[in-house]
């Protein structure tokens, strides 16, 4: 047999290998197809197709949806705001002058500080309760806590049982050029959603409020000192107010008392 024609039967061979071939693999079905495992077994493809499948979705993360928070009617903005209270509840403070509750409705900016705000009118007086909600100092009456534990109210380990005594430097303004400054005792009842506003004492006109501490150790009679700084008797009010005084108070579940008076 010549060379060529061994080259030609030899030619013929590889190319009915390659097409034997071709039919074979186009014919295949996922049955004759087999899968080596993470773990080494061996499986069919759509088998091993189906587990990886469960896996996948057995090591998914399910995501809750929290629930939506219902809206209240005529909610107040200054109570979700201050303390995350949901309520149509106000935050309220009563005038030291003629007590008279004036509802906190909105806020503004004065000077680099936010107020809560809200505007009143007793009868031909008219003006607005500006509270420093940034100084709101909360209280502890339990006087068996260390001092470092005292601001930590409230204390109650029932939740709906909660409340937090707090005290808060406020301003009320008239129609005048006055406004005077008052240190706030309150109660935030977290059960009912609510506030009471229990007492004031006054700090003076147009002043700038630097600090408000409990006196260690804070027990009774639980004492607050107010750091403010103030003008001399014969200063202009357009001045800066330059000197520092100290004013301490006392206060209790119930009220809050000038000391000096």
Not at 201 to 205: E, N, P, Q
Not at 228 to 237: I, K, N, V
């Given at each position: 047999m010549s060379t060529f024609v061994k080259l030609t039967?030899?030619?013929t061979l590889v190319i009915l290998a390659i097409l034997a071939a071709g039919i074979y693999r186009f014919n295949m079905t996922n049955d004759d197809i087999y899968m080596v495992m993470e773990d080494g077994k061996v499986m069919q493809y759509d088998e091993a197709m189906a587990q990886e499948k469960t896996q996948a979705q057995t090591n998914e993360v399910e995501v809750v949806t929290p629930l939506e928070v219902k809206p209240v009617a005529n909610a107040s903005e200054v109570m979700l705001k201050l303390f995350s209270l949901n309520t149509a509840n106000p935050f309220e403070?009563?005038?030291?002058?003629?007590?008279k509750s004036v509802a906190l409705t909105h806020f503004i900016k004065i000077k680099q500080t936010e107020f809560a705000m809200g505007d009143?009118?007793?009868?031909?007086?008219?003006?607005?309760?500006?509270l420093d909600y940034l100084r709101i100092t909360p209280l502890n009456f339990d006087p068996a806590l260390e001092p470092d534990t005292q601001s930590n109210a409230p204390i109650q380990d029932d939740p709906k049982m909660q409340t937090m005594p707090f005290v808060a430097p406020f301003i009320v303004?008239?129609?005048g050029s006055g406004a005077f400054w008052y240190l706030g005792l309150f109660s935030l009842d977290f059960e009912h959603n609510n506030l009471k506003h229990l007492g004031s004492?006054?700090?003076?006109?147009r002043i700038e409020v630097d600090s408000i501490e409990p006196v260690y150790p804070f027990e009774a009679p639980f004492k607050i000192a107010v750091t403010?700084?103030?003008?001399?008797?014969?200063?202009?009010?357009s001045e800066s107010p330059e000197i520092?005084?100290?004013l301490e108070v006392t206060v209790s579940e119930t009220g809050i008392t000038n000391i000096n008076q």
């Open positions: 039967l030899a030619g403070i009563t005038l030291p002058e003629g007590g009143y009118q007793d009868g031909e007086v008219k003006g607005r309760v500006l303004t008239t129609q004492v006054m700090l003076g006109d403010y700084r103030d003008r001399a008797p014969d200063q202009p009010m520092v005084k100290t």
